[in-house]
């Protein structure tokens, strides 16, 4: 990994990744056969049949911030993306303030993809016999091992991460889309229902949307391995584009065609199935094929795990080079080139915040902490978003560039994501869920004033990387 970064008009050749092996990489960092099996049910949750309108918005919302992260990505190449992206534009209070949201929503966000791992596997355990698959005890221990095997591909570098996340994608999304068919197929699409948006509130549309969009938040993670792919300005961009893009539109209609079977299969849901197993069920696959589903599934969500390491610890890394991190997160392996102490760091940090919160509340994982961890994520994401909104208008107006597409976009994106906050306070979510905004803010604001001590202290003498 290098500390890199350079300026539009370098006309740049750098990195070894192809622009095939970003946009790769940026669209399995999601697991498309997880989220696509995981989205639905997310949203339908607090949406009901409005599910569809949640995963529109969503993807709008993420689609426009993505155009004011591109304003940055073909100007500069960074390794700490959205936190080496705003020292461009405002003073040290911004890094300080985006590096906290971003730490802490990395962490987050990790922990949330190590637990969608157990429940799969948890699920598939009961399948087999194994009744307490998803209990505290079993899902820690599958939790572990998943992040255990993450953390060791990411360690080996990039080459092997995106080699094995992309072969476990292609192996298992047929899975998922034979599943999503089926079930269309067996219970209908409800269509007169889905369109009326029939016993939906706008409040509980957003609600959903600020649990689903657990699976396109951090989107432009990516831009962390600008420095090491090839025509990066043109290449990162790309890859940042197609997660809102190509992503956000398969859930829309993934979500179409899966909430009457969702809706229809409540009752194995409330018994802790799987989303994909239930909708299996449902369609009348038979219990053999819901058990490879979970089976195949919980595999293939460690791509995502070994993506976000990888994205993560780049930016750990770049924190601890800026000094806002421990110096010695910032150590590179000799051989594998990857960011070794701060994958080890992050990946056990992430880790160790699952397992508490998996002790603490045994009985609610699956109607408590795992939705509470998707929105937590989500709300972490905010302030940068809004931040980096803003940033590109104000970059684009010291550079006499300012687009009305930009204009729009920027605003469109940050009143989007501030909505979806405003929204949690005055429509809370069911309890523990509803903390999860009070949480989000106390826990910025502690990292936040600690990350302004330690830049009082060490005053770093390069601004970003």
């Known amino acids: 990994m290098n ?20 946009v790769a990489l940026a669209l399995v960092s999601y697991t498309p056969a997880v989220a696509l099996a995981t989205v639905p049910f997310l949203l339908v949750v607090g949406a009901g049949n409005g599910s569809w309108f949640g995963a529109l918005i969503g993807a709008a919302a993420i689609g426009c911030v993505g155009v004011a992260v591109v304003t940055f990505a073909r100007r500069y190449v ?23 949201a971003l730490l802490l929503g990395y962490v987050a966000l990790i922990a949330g993809v190590s637990m969608t791992s157990g429940v799969f596997a948890g699920s598939f355990l009961v399948s087999i016999g194994v009744e307490p698959g998803l209990d505290a005890g079993p899902l820690a221990l599958t939790t572990t091992v998943a992040m255990v095997l993450a953390a060791a591909l990411a360690y080996r570098g990039l080459d092997t991460s995106v080699r094995t996340a992309v072969v476990l994608t292609v192996i298992t999304l047929p899975i998922t889309l034979f599943v999503t068919i089926a079930v269309a197929t067996s219970t209908g699409l409800a269509l007169p229902a889905q369109l009326g948006l029939d016993g939906s509130t706008f409040g509980g549309i957003v ?31 790309l890859a940042v584009m197609s997660v809102p893009i190509v992503l956000g539109g398969c859930y829309l209609l993934a979500t179409f065609l899966q909430v009457p079977g969702l809706m229809a299969a409540s009752d194995a849901l409330a018994s802790g199935m799987s989303p994909a197993a239930a909708l299996a069920q449902q369609a009348g696959l038979g219990a053999g094929f819901a058990m490879v589903t979970d089976g195949a599934l919980a595999v293939a969500n460690v791509a995502s795990l070994i993506a976000f390491v990888n994205y993560g610890s780049r930016f750990v890394a770049t924190l601890a080079t800026d000094g806002l991190a421990p110096r010695w997160l910032a150590k590179v392996h000799p051989r594998h080139r990857s960011p070794s102490a701060a994958i080890i ?12 919160l998996v002790l603490v509340w ?100 390069v601004d970003a990387r």
Not at 3 to 22: A, F, W
Not at 80 to 100: D, N
Not at 229 to 236: F, I, Q, S
């Open 3 to 22: 500390r890199v970064e350079h300026h539009e008009g370098d006309g740049l050749e750098t990195g070894h990744l192809s622009r095939v092996q970003i």
């Open 78 to 100: 960074v390794t700490g993306t959205l936190y080496s992206y705003i020292a461009h534009v405002f003073g040290p209070w911004a890094r300080a303030l985006m590096g906290a």
């Open 207 to 237: 609600n959903g949307v600020a649990a689903a969009a657990v699976f396109l938040v951090a989107f432009e993670s990516s831009a962390a391995l600008a420095a090491e792919t090839r025509n990066p300005k043109r290449n990162v961009p």
């Open 345 to 356: 760091a992050l990946s056990a940090v992430a880790q160790a915040v699952l397992l508490v």
């Open 362 to 461: 045994p009985e609610e994982l699956l109607t408590g902490v795992f939705p509470s961890i998707s929105t937590l994520t989500v709300y972490l994401w905010l302030i940068p978003y809004v931040l980096i909104c803003v940033g590109a208008v104000v970059l684009a107006v010291r550079e006499r560039k300012l687009t009305p597409t930009l204009a729009v976009c920027a605003l469109l994106g940050a009143a989007g994501m501030v909505w979806v906050y405003v929204n949690a306070l005055l429509n809370p979510p069911p309890a523990p869920v509803d903390a999860m905004a009070v949480v989000s803010a106390v826990a910025i604001v502690l990292v936040f004033a600690l990350f302004l001590a330690r830049e009082r202290i060490s005053r770093p003498s």
